[in-house]
């Protein structure tokens, strides 16, 4: 029984417009020393006519384009004062901006593609007519040297489920970095294992710390142990090491007068310095009701991922910190919409064949998976992933697989899991739902059909989806339509 597929006519291209003012650091120190050196050279009229012209090109591009020159210009001060042996306050504020703009670069965050989207209820519901839904999408952006980041967009499901887009805003922002986060002690010591460092050297910065501490204290530690006199080579390595652990935590907050459609959340701490991959954002109740944002994604960093996860409740200010545990150590992790049992519930597919659940007390810490699914047909033979977080329905939870099948074609397919007890599948599609038509099939990474979660509305399931990783779409699917096709059993 084939299930009818509603593609709609909405596209999501990659678009080079879209900007970011990012830090650039042109070659080594030496290089930047130079650098500062030839800025420091200039007559006070020439840094100042200097100055005005790139304000004059840039300002109407970025918002508070001189708060970003001052922020760039601080993350030189060292070479400055190590190099060049020239303190900041010796400078006037316009050598500062100036300077700043030297070690600035725009990034097009999304023009190479603009792909891997999840669709999530918007917390504002207000003045909506009936059979309307305000959603958020997100996306994974892509620009210059593959790195990707999150970007938005807002719009209106009407009562056919057709989008009404908001428009997007001209400018775009990155939003500042809070360095206040609380660590959890456990949480910290149990990635610190995970990762076989010496328990002696851990001991050495953890040891006296209380159970729950913020960034400040954990870098006064590690800057405490770097000064001791025997510390050698290989010690100093896994303090690095520590440190890199406790920057992959990190909070942002955007400015309260953007736009969803402005905010982009870009690479910040090192393990994501080639990428945040494949947000999948959930709308998570917890028991006493109240509503949390989660989006699992993996951060990159050329050599290795790290899966992490982030939380919000308004989209402004977000939370980042790494999963924890065997059972999380890969890509496609999709959390439940709420708990199970009593206990947080996550699709995994750890193995990287293979559908699994895991439950956990802790929603940072993942042991012990339970496999659920195999490849069983031709489309999907060669491994079988989940596309966002199970949606619930009357029936079980829907869970929206991908499976890849000849030729690497990626396409969508469903199962349904008990209410009570997800780990038994009670219906599977036997043929794909979705697969890359003609047009679907071409781009950056050919005959790829891929989504990050889908929603329901007016009896519909609403997908969207990647169009070969280069561009997105939408489709709905009548959910009666989907349940009845699945056969009973698995």
């Known amino acids: 029984m084939s299930v009818p597929v509603n593609r709609k006519k909405e596209r999501f291209y990659p678009d080079p417009k879209r900007v970011i003012a990012r830090f650039f650091m042109p070659g080594g120190h030496e290089r930047a020393k130079i650098t ?65 703009a030297y070690f600035t670069m725009e990034y097009a965050i999304s023009s190479a593609a603009f792909f891997n989207p999840s669709i999530v209820e918007d917390p504002d519901q207000y003045n909506l007519e009936d059979g309307q839904k305000r959603v958020i999408l997100s996306f994974r952006a892509t620009g210059e040297g593959h790195i990707s980041s999150i970007e938005f967009r807002g719009g209106v499901l009407d009562k056919d489920n057709n989008l009404r887009l908001e428009p997007a805003g001209e400018l775009v922002d990155v939003p500042e970095t809070v360095k206040r986060h609380v660590y959890d002690k456990k949480h910290f010591l149990k990635k ?24 400040g204290e954990l870098q006064a530690s590690i800057a405490h142990c770097f000064k001791e006199q025997d510390v050698g080579f290989h010690t100093r390595k ?47 109740v917890d ?37 924890y545990g065997e059972c999380v150590q890969n890509k496609d992790l999709a959390l439940f919409p709420r708990k199970i049992n009593g206990k947080y519930a996550m699709v995994s597919r750890f193995d990287n064949v293979n559908n699994y659940i895991i439950y956990s ?16 047909y031709a489309w999907e033979l060669m491994q079988v ?36 007890d997800p780990s038994r599948i009670i219906g599977r599609l036997e043929e794909p739902l979705i697969s890359p038509n003609e047009e679907e099939r071409v781009g950056y990474v050919p005959n790829v059909v891929y989504s990050c979660g889908s929603i329901i509305h007016n009896n519909e399931l609403v997908i969207p989806y990647a169009m070969s990783d280069y561009a997105s779409t939408i489709a709905t699917v009548p959910l009666d339509a989907l349940l009845g096709a699945m056969a009973k059993g698995g």
Not at 70 to 87: A, C, P, Q, S, W
Not at 402 to 409: E, I, L, S, Y
């Open 36 to 100: 500062i050196e030839r800025i420091l050279s200039l007559s006070d009229e020439e840094t100042y006519s200097n100055l005005h012209r790139v304000l004059a090109s840039f300002s109407l591009r970025h918002r508070n384009v001189t708060k970003i020159f001052e922020d760039h210009f601080d993350r030189i001060v060292d070479i400055m004062k190590e190099e060049v042996d020239i303190g900041p306050d010796t400078i006037s504020l316009e050598r500062k901006l100036l300077m700043g």
């Open 192 to 215: 610190l294992h995970e990762m076989k460092l010496p328990r002696d050297v851990i001991g050495m910065v953890v040891d006296n710390l209380p159970d729950k501490f913020i960034y």
């Open 238 to 284: 896994i303090l690095r090491s520590i440190n890199w652990v406790a920057k992959s935590h990190y909070e942002v907050s955007f400015s309260l007068d953007t736009a969803i459609s402005e905010r982009v959340i870009f690479p910040v701490s090192y393990t994501e310095s080639k990428g945040i991959e494949d947000a999948r954002f959930v709308r998570f």
């Open 287 to 323: 028991d006493d009701g109240s509503v949390t944002y989660y989006a699992t994604y993996v951060a990159y960093n050329g050599l290795a991922i790290l899966p992490k996860l982030l939380e919000t409740k308004d989209f402004y200010h977000f939370k980042v910190s790494p999963l």
């Open 361 to 376: 007390e802790d929603i940072h810490i993942w042991q012990n998976a339970h496999k659920i699914q195999e490849p069983r």
């Open 385 to 420: 992933g989940n596309c966002g977080s199970p949606v619930e329905t009357e029936e079980g939870w829907l869970l929206i697989t991908h499976g890849v099948g000849p030729m690497r074609t990626y396409s969508l397919g469903a199962v349904l899991l008990d209410r009570k």
